[in-house]
């Protein structure tokens, strides 16, 4: 598995984060076919690389009501 650089990683929050700095997941752009993923209460703990195509159908899925809970 090869090693990848997040050290530049611009970092965002889910449009469905609040203010108060809840449970919160952050994703960064920029990296090809990989979509870096972490908790935004632990910046500088593990990070999860989601291939982007499975990171689309997830979002999509959420975003569709297609997730049951």
Known sequence: M???DL???SWRKSS???QDGGAC???ADGFGALVPV???KTPHGPVLLFPANRWADF???VGGGGMRR
């Open 25 to 27: 997941v952050e994703m």
């Open 38 to 40: 972490r908790d935004s």
């Open 7 to 9: 050290s530049a990683a």
């Open 16 to 18: 469905y984060s609040n």
């Open 2 to 4: 090869r090693s990848i």
């Open 59 to 61: 979002v999509g899925a």
